[in-house]
């Protein structure tokens, strides 16, 4: 997965992709697949924006029940079940808590209903093996030990899953490039190119080296998320909401807690992530800068707040090891929502298309984007008279370990175990089979060569070195925020010294050619403390 623009030279596509998250990504890999001529690109990183800044969860969405939003839930839980079969190693289970307080908003027998729904909707799936359960009192404590005892009346357990957001972005990237597509991270969008008022090509930017390409492109489609919002041509159909997500110290192994903040009712995420753990998310208007959105302290101190009530031992800001923050774009509010809370504007998804031909994919969640964008390339069929069916339903996605014919548990199992004995921690080598999937032994390899690299980065967390440099190697890194935020996320998992950053780029700048000077850039450019 190389970093190649001279593959925009002077080439004509049917299809041109602004945008690398993940409705980019999957846009992109489906057209290729159906035999497109593809481009794909992004003025920065590879889900650098939103599509790194999520819950990393791949579920039906329990609060849009509430919204009675059933098509949304039914078909986000379709594709739960479809990708926990097709990626294993990027998708996988994790159950959560519902705990039942004298005072919750949600009574046992309201949330008994909305589980046994939830439920119905993901009928005959076997990827979610369990339904949902409840616990009397002492037995839920028992499970969740952290929550406070008083005026519990029990709790619930239901199925999900959970992925790394980045990750899943530039699997779909590599998929895209394997199948054909010329994919470049940080090229820019200058202005479209039109004939008689309908869009013919574009003129881009390579950021990087400052190259200018005018390329041909019969169709293309916008999916700039939070940047539609200033498209003249879309701008009327987009509203945006913040929402932050705080790194806390390790609370749960392998189960999670879906909560309710006690000043507003809103749902929030209690979640294992790598070992720590992830709390989030506010769901806030948003109306300010495109490009610098911040973790804002009032935010901070709502989600405390709502944890605290529910943790026996409280957490305050001391604790917080790392934060991010994501804008979504969302449909404008309709009649019905309007002057709602921004966690109550639907999550659906809409497709627009401007009357110079150019799409924009506006809405949406990242567990639903692959439906969404195998519409977008059917439009795209459609306007082209090409005759092509969406290929990414039930495809086995680019990183399977397809050694495995069909048995990942046990591939799993057997490559954790070689892994170990090649002296990388169980902790560690269950992420990297999680992160890499079939190129787990192209790793092994490299471990074999040089034994010191399965040694992990920072103690305390499960990432190895074999995994930084593959990343490296492997993964079209430009800077090293690209490494230490979205291919390894050590920059919002741990409180990176200077001496870290000054460890880590001296592990990396030979492979890219980055002298003395250029590091220093790379780990001020780090330290700003800039988030997606």
């Not at 990432?463 to 050590?490: G, K, Q, Y």
Request: glycine share 8%.
């Amino acid at each position: 997965m190389n970093r190649n623009p001279s593959a925009l030279g002077n080439q004509s596509f049917d299809l041109l992709v602004c945008g690398g998250g993940i409705y980019g990504a999957w846009t992109a890999y489906d057209a290729a697949l159906r035999g497109l001529r593809v481009a794909l690109i992004d003025r920065g990183d590879w889900g650098n924006a939103t599509s790194s800044a999520s819950s990393k969860l791949v579920h039906g969405g329990l609060r849009y029940l509430e919204q009675f939003e059933f098509k949304l839930v039914r078909k986000a839980l379709a594709e739960r079940e479809m990708l926990m079969k097709v990626a294993p190693h990027r998708v996988w289970p994790l159950r959560f808590g519902v705990p039942v307080y004298a005072h919750s908003r949600i009574g046992r027998l309201r949330l008994k209903l909305g589980l046994t729904l939830y439920d119905l909707l993901a009928a005959n799936q076997t990827t979610a093996t369990a339904w949902h359960r409840f616990f009397s009192r002492d037995r839920f404590i028992k499970r969740f030990p952290l929550l406070k005892a008083e005026k519990l009346k029990g709790g619930f357990t239901y199925a999900d899953a959970q992925t790394d957001d980045a990750r899943l972005v530039l699997e779909l990237v590599d998929g895209a490039i394997e199948t054909g597509a010329a994919c470049v991270n940080y090229c820019e969008l200058i202005n479209v190119i039109e004939e008689d008022g309908y869009v013919s090509g574009a003129y881009l930017v390579d950021r990087l080296t400052n190259q200018p390409y005018e390329i041909q492109a019969r169709q293309i489609v916008f999916a700039t998320g939070r940047w539609q919002s200033a498209d003249h041509q879309v701008q009327q159909d987009c509203q945006l909401t913040r929402g932050i997500h705080l790194i806390l110290p390790s609370l749960l192994a392998d189960e999670a807690l879906l909560l309710t903040a006690p000043s507003d009712g809103r749902v929030f995420f209690v979640i294992p992530w790598y070992g720590l753990t992830l709390l989030g998310t506010t769901d806030t208007s948003y109306q300010g800068k495109l490009d610098e959105i911040e973790v804002d302290r009032s935010d901070i101190a709502y989600l405390l707040d709502a944890v605290n009530a529910y943790l026996q031992t409280p957490w305050s800001e001391a604790d917080i090891i790392g934060a991010f923050a994501g804008v979504r774009v969302l449909k404008t509010a309709s009649a019905t929502e309007s002057g709602a809370a921004p966690s109550s504007v639907s999550r659906d998804w809409t497709l627009k298309t401007a009357a110079n031909g150019v799409h924009y994919s506006i809405g949406g969640k990242l567990t639903s984007a692959r439906q969404d964008a195998a519409q977008i390339v059917d439009r795209v069929c459609t306007v082209l008279g090409i005759k092509a069916s969406c290929a990414t339903q039930n495809r086995l996605f680019p990183w399977y370990p397809h050694e495995s014919q069909g048995e990942f548990s046990e591939w799993s199992q057997a490559i954790q175990k070689q892994l170990i004995q090649s002296g990388v921690d169980a902790e560690s080598a269950c992420w990297l089979i999680r992160r890499h999937g079939g190129n787990v032994p192209a790793i092994l390899q490299e471990i074999a060569r040089q034994p010191a690299l399965a040694e992990r980065i920072i103690p305390s967390l499960p990432f190895i070195t074999a995994d930084l440099m593959h990343c490296v190697i492997n993964e079209m890194t430009a800077h090293l925020d690209d490494v230490l935020r979205r291919r390894i996320p050590l920059l919002i998992l741990a409180k990176l010294t200077e001496s870290d950053l000054y460890r880590i780029t001296d592990h990396i700048s030979g492979v890219l050619h980055w002298d003395a000077a250029r590091c220093q850039q790379e780990i001020a450019r780090c330290r700003t403390g800039l988030n997606p």
